[in-house]
């Protein structure tokens, strides 16, 4: 009997564990904070979804409790922060922040800096301030120490509450040129602003550009921070993502803006230089001059070069462009007629560089005809005629002495 009554305290102890974990009593809120919506989001990984929120109403989200991320050796994770030391009641003897900056309560798919670590009995409560974007978020548990959901238990209780004051300043992000060409300096500003339209300054605004860092800058008295950079990528549409630093996870929308930039190629245009007469059989020099859209001389690029003869196209040889963009070959034409070359550059090798072509026609001549038969045999008469002239003179001379 006295066993009996042990093993039923011993189970009622650790029912009262698991509520107290489990959260079926959330920590105690003001009966005048009242909240517009609570749920729960399982530690199974399954997306919980809140109603509308109003655009730009602000908003202030609570995530209370915390759930085994291991499940058979009582290890607790909440919505921020882990611990290693098997857990059973709610104060726990030693926390970390979810690896790699991330954080186990999610929303709309994205990492959220849930504040610093709240731990106790009535502990494991956050809460972040949101701004409405006209729609609904999402909220899931994400295990981000093993990614197995399989010995996962318990949810964490969620509340949103309308918040009275707006507290997420609204930021602009405007790309002055979308549409830059490789190796261009273009200009991103961001403007920051209150719910109520006042100016944000001295705020540190980030700049990345495909998920690389490229600068900073801090909002002036107009609340404008803005900088200058080089486009360094190859042609593609990147990402632009301005974010205001000072958040380990400065991922709501309030937080950062994107825009998109689209890289082009820069332009080129090719020229080909022919004699306009030729005679067959003459070896002759076809030169193609590549430039850019500044007028520079592309060099070290690759030009083909084509000749059509009766509607049919033949590649007769490639050259590289040389230090002014000039690329050559020597061609000996063995027919007579008009022919039209071409000479092209794909834009292959470099891929910064756009494809151009160029076409030129040329006239080859026939070599002058042989001399004939008469001429032959006029030149022969001739040359009879004057032996015939300076033998008489001869005789004459002779005849006189």
């Not at 790699?100 to 849930?114: A, C, H, K, T, V």
């Not at 000039?326 to 092209?344: E, H, P, R």
Request: glycine content about 8%; aromatic content about 12%; overall charge neutral.
């Amino acid at each position: 009997m006295q066993y009996r009554e042990k093993e039923t305290f011993s189970f009622f102890m650790l029912m009262l564990c698991l509520m107290s974990v489990c959260n079926i009593g959330v920590a105690p809120v003001a009966a005048s904070d009242s909240h517009l919506w609570e749920g729960t989001v399982s530690s199974s990984g399954e997306e919980v979804v809140s109603p509308i929120l109003e655009y730009l109403k602000p908003y202030r989200i609570v995530a209370t409790g915390f759930f085994w991320y291991n499940n058979p050796s009582n290890l607790a994770a909440d919505a921020e922060y882990y611990s290693t030391y098997p857990t059973v009641y709610s104060e726990w003897r030693d926390h970390f922040p979810a690896p790699g900056g991330r954080s186990f309560l999610q929303i709309n798919g994205e990492d959220i800096d849930w504040g610093p670590f709240n731990n106790g009995k009535d502990g494991h409560t956050y809460s972040i301030y949101y701004t409405g974007e006209g729609g609904p978020i999402t909220f899931r548990i994400v295990d981000q120490i093993d990614d197995d959901y399989s010995d996962n238990y318990c949810h964490l209780t969620l509340r949103i509450y309308e918040d009275v004051k707006p507290r997420i300043p609204l930021m602009t992000l405007i790309v002055w040129d979308a549409l830059p060409k490789v190796g261009q300096n273009i200009a991103l500003t961001t403007k920051l602003t209150s719910v109520d339209d006042k100016l944000v300054v001295n705020q540190t605004i980030q700049f990345y550009l495909n998920s690389t860092s490229i600068g900073s800058g801090t909002t002036d008295k107009y609340g404008l921070a803005t900088l200058t950079f080089k486009v360094e990528l190859n042609p593609g549409t990147y990402p632009i993502v301005a974010y205001r630093a000072g958040f380990s996870s400065p991922l709501l929308s309030q937080r950062r803006k994107t825009a998109m930039l689209t890289v082009m190629a820069i332009s080129t245009s090719l020229a080909l230089h022919v004699p306009p007469t030729v005679p067959v059989g003459k070896s002759t020099v076809v030169n193609a001059i590549l430039t850019d859209e500044f007028g520079s001389p592309v060099k070290d690029e690759l030009i083909d070069f084509y000749i059509n003869v009766g509607g049919v196209s033949s590649k007769v040889g490639s050259a590289y462009t040389n230090s002014q963009g000039i690329a050559f070959i020597n061609y000996v034409f063995d027919k007579a007629g008009v022919f039209q070359l071409k000479a092209t550059y794909s834009g292959a090798s470099k891929v910064k560089y756009s494809g151009s072509d160029a076409t030129a026609t040329i006239t080859v001549n026939p070599l002058e005809e042989a001399i004939t038969t008469r001429d032959i045999v006029l030149i022969a008469l001739a040359v009879i005629g004057i032996a015939a002239v300076l033998l008489a003179k001869r005789r004459s001379r002779k005849s006189r002495a």
